[in-house]
């Protein structure tokens, strides 16, 4: 069965320095990952994704993840943060032949100006 | 702004009731998908349609249930309403409905059943 792990509740970092949010996963066959972000009382908006190719993936924002296959971990990176980054990040898998996300349970991100 | 659109954005009611939940694709989207986002149960899957047809069911309770329509709306039907069915639920749209398809999530509806 396909899961997300996303191990840490809470990240807290200083603004401008760099931030790193986990995830791991587990599926059969080739991944395929996402990650969101969600403001307070908004809906979810895409940030990036991996499907195939280099293992390093820039997105919206400034941020980037990298896929690392041996690691199953696809962590979400940002070389400086932001008050304004300050929301919930939520990781997602999905793999060929299935037609749905599945996500991770959320990271809260809280940057301290 | 994704493009998804949903009505209403808030929506209290009483246990045992019914209520229905709206969801517009972005333009050109064939796929939409409803999920459901509770502090215990984080965000569930529920169903996918493409194109008019079921393609993926979920978590979904039997009291629930969805469809989407020739104009590409969706609408979800949650029946005899429980105090655990109090939750966000999100419609989201993606072109094709593909398993690398990005999807496009709506602001969500906030159901409150007393």
């Known amino acids: 069965a396909q899961s997300v792990a996303q191990p840490e509740d809470q990240v807290n970092v200083a603004e401008g320095n760099p931030l790193t949010v986990k995830c791991t996963y587990s599926v059969s066959g080739n991944p395929y990952l996402f990650w969101y972000v969600q403001y307070p009382n908004r809906g979810l908006q895409f940030l990036l994704k991996?499907?195939?190719?280099?293992?390093l993936v820039k997105g919206s924002y400034g941020f980037e993840a990298e896929f690392n296959k041996s690691q199953t971990s696809f962590h979400l990176k940002k070389p400086s943060a932001l008050v304004s980054d300050s929301a919930l990040y939520f990781c997602a898998v999905s793999t060929s032949g299935t037609y749905k996300y599945i996500f991770g349970t959320g990271t809260r991100l809280k940057v301290l100006a | 702004d994704s493009g998804v659109t949903q009505t209403p954005k808030h929506l209290i009611t009483a246990t045992g009731q019914r209520v229905t939940l709206r969801c517009s694709p972005r333009s050109g989207d064939l796929s939409v998908y409803w999920y459901q986002q509770s502090l215990d149960q984080g965000l569930q899957f529920l169903i996918q349609?493409?194109?008019?047809?079921?393609?993926a069911k979920g978590n979904i309770l039997e009291r629930f249930s969805a469809q989407q329509f020739p104009d590409l709306h969706s609408e979800l039907n949650l029946s005899s309403l429980e105090l655990g069915d109090s939750a966000l639920y999100f419609c989201?749209?993606?072109?094709?409905?593909?398993?690398?398809?990005?999807?496009?999530f709506g602001p969500g509806t906030r159901l409150t059943v007393l």
């Open positions: 989201a749209s993606s072109e094709g409905g593909g398993s690398t398809d990005t999807q496009y």
């Open positions: 349609y493409y194109n008019g047809e079921e393609r």
């Open positions: 991996y499907i195939t190719g280099d293992n």
